[in-house]
Nanobody
Framework: QVRLVESGGGLVQPAGSLRLSCAASGFRLDYNAIGWFRQAPGKEREGVSCITSNDETTYYADSVKGRFTVSRDNAKNTVYLSINNLLPDDTAVYYC?????????????????????WGRGTQVTVSS
C-alpha cells in the first residue's frame, strides 16, 4: 500500500522545538519532491515548505522562514521538518505530500493541487 505517515507532533511550549517526520511506505521517496502543509482550525490548508529530489532545493513560506528547516534522508525513505522557536500560531495539523520536481517553483510549492499522495497529518499544539 502506497502511503505517507507523519509523526513527531505534540504539545510544545512557545519557543520550543519539534522535528516532524514524513515516512513513505510502498514506494521510494527518492524521485519525489515533498511538501509540508499545515491546517489550523477554521483556516485553509497552508503550504509551508518543500524539498525537491534532484538537487534538494528547499522552499519556505515567508511566515516560517528562519524557523523551519526541511531535509530528507533517502536511505531512510523519510523527509523531516524541523521547527524552532515555535509560536502559538504554528498550532495546526501538519501534512506531508508528494509531487514532482518539475511542478515546483517558488510560486507553486504552496499549491495543494500540485501534490498527489497525502499523509493523514500530525497535530502540533503550541501552548504554555
Amino acid at each position: 500500500q502506497v502511503r505517507l505517515v507523519e509523526s513527531g507532533g505534540g504539545l510544545v511550549q512557545p519557543a520550543g522545538s519539534l522535528r516532524l517526520s514524513c515516512a513513505a511506505s510502498g514506494f521510494r521517496l527518492d524521485y519525489n519532491a515533498i511538501g509540508w502543509f499545515r491546517q489550523a482550525p477554521g483556516k485553509e490548508r497552508e503550504g509551508v515548505s518543500c524539498i525537491t529530489s534532484n538537487d534538494e532545493t528547499t522552499y519556505y513560506a515567508d511566515s516560517v522562514k528562519g524557523r523551519f528547516t526541511v531535509s530528507r534522508d533517502n536511505a531512510k525513505n523519510t523527509v523531516y521538518l524541523s521547527i524552532n522557536n515555535l509560536l502559538p500560531d504554528d498550532t495546526a495539523v501538519y501534512y506531508c505530500a508528494t509531487t514532482w520536481d518539475w511542478l515546483i517553483t517558488p510560486a507553486t510549492f504552496v499549491d495543494p493541487k500540485q501534490y498527489s499522495i497525502w499523509g493523514r497529518g500530525t497535530q502540533v499544539t503550541v501552548s504554555s
